[in-house]
C-alpha cells in the first residue's frame, strides 16, 4: 500500500471510497462525500491523500483550512475514510501519520478534527478546555499542536462544513 496525492482520474472513486466507508459509521449524516467535492470545488483541500494497494483505493483523508479562537491558518482533518472490510488494519493510522506529517512540514501551527477521542488520542488529538464548535459536543472537538501549542478557541470551519 502507497498513500499519495489524489489524482484527477480519483475523484470518482474517492467518492464512492467515502460512500461506503461510512455506511456503517455511528455518526455518518450521508454528506461526507459532498464535503470532499465541495473542498475540492472551493480549492479549500491542504490535502486529499489516498491509500493505494495496487490501484485500488483503499482509504482516503483530507484536510481544510479553519479558524480556532478567531485565529486563521489551521488545518481541520476530515473526512477519514476507510473501505469497510479494510478497517481495523492500520489504513486509517497510516492516512493520518502521513496527513500530520504534510501538515507539520508545511508549517501548519496545529490541527483539529471531529472524531472519537478514544481513537484519535493515539495521534495526540485531545478535547481541551475552550475548544468548542457550535452544536458539537466539546468532548468530540479535538485539537493537537504541529509546529506550536495544540489550539484552543471557537472551532470555525469552512463553509462546505456548515452548509
Ligand atoms: C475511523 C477509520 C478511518 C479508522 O481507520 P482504520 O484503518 O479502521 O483504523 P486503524 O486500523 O488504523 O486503527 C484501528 C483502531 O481504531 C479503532 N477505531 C476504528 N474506528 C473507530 C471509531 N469510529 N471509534 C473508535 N475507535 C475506532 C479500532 O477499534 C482499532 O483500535 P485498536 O488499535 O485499539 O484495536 C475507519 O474505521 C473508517 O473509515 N470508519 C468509518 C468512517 C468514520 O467513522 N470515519 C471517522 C470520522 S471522520
Given at each position: ?29 450521508g ?13 479549500a ?77 493515539r ?40 452548509g
Amino acid at each position: 500500500m502507497k498513500i499519495r496525492d489524489e489524482r484527477r482520474e480519483d475523484e470518482d472513486l474517492i467518492a464512492t471510497l467515502i460512500t461506503t466507508a461510512f455506511l456503517e459509521a455511528p455518526h455518518r449524516d450521508g454528506n461526507e462525500a459532498c464535503l470532499v467535492s465541495g473542498l475540492r470545488a472551493a480549492q479549500a483541500l491542504l490535502l486529499s491523500l489516498v491509500a493505494d494497494e495496487d490501484g485500488q483505493l483503499i482509504g482516503h483523508i483530507a484536510a481544510s483550512p479553519c479558524r480556532i479562537g478567531g485565529q486563521s491558518g489551521y488545518a481541520l482533518i476530515a473526512p477519514v475514510s476507510v473501505l469497510p472490510s479494510r478497517q481495523g488494519q492500520g489504513i486509517g493510522s497510516a492516512l493520518m501519520q502521513a496527513a500530520l506529517q504534510r501538515l507539520e512540514a508545511a508549517r501548519f501551527p496545529g490541527a483539529a478534527l471531529v472524531g472519537d477521542p478514544h481513537y484519535y488520542q493515539r495521534f495526540g488529538f485531545a478535547a481541551r478546555a475552550g475548544l468548542g464548535c457550535a452544536g458539537i459536543p466539546s468532548d468530540y472537538v479535538l485539537s493537537r499542536g504541529l509546529t506550536g501549542a495544540a489550539p484552543v478557541g471557537e472551532l470555525d470551519l469552512h463553509a462546505v462544513f456548515t452548509g
